[in-house]
């Protein structure tokens, strides 16, 4: 997992807050649903019914908002932007 202090490049300075949301979701299910495979497998047996798993989807849900909701500095945000910018270029030379 990546540091809080890492700078993402879909952080709120350069993508709207519904692609935010999609993200946020997407990653939501993909990291519960790994971790809950693995508590309920053969080693630990947790049965998925189990309320442990409703609070770590809300403690999950709220760190991943915060993650992304969390507004950058002014230098953040142009750093961003510029890493941004720099993945377009690649992305479109590699396409030529």
């Known amino acids: ?43 630990h047996r947790i049965p998925r019914n189990n309320a442990i798993f409703k609070q770590y989807s809300d403690h999950l849900l709220d760190y991943l908002n915060q993650s992304y909701f969390t507004l950058l500095s002014y230098k953040d945000q142009l750093i961003s932007l510029e890493r941004a910018e720099l993945l377009n270029q690649f992305d479109e030379q590699l396409k030529r």
Do not use: W
């Open 1 to 43: 997992m990546l540091s809080p202090s890492y700078i993402r490049v879909n952080q709120s300075a350069i993508r709207p807050k519904c692609q935010q949301e999609t993200e946020i979701k997407n990653q939501h299910k993909d990291i519960y649903s790994k971790v809950e495979n693995h508590l309920t497998g053969y080693l």
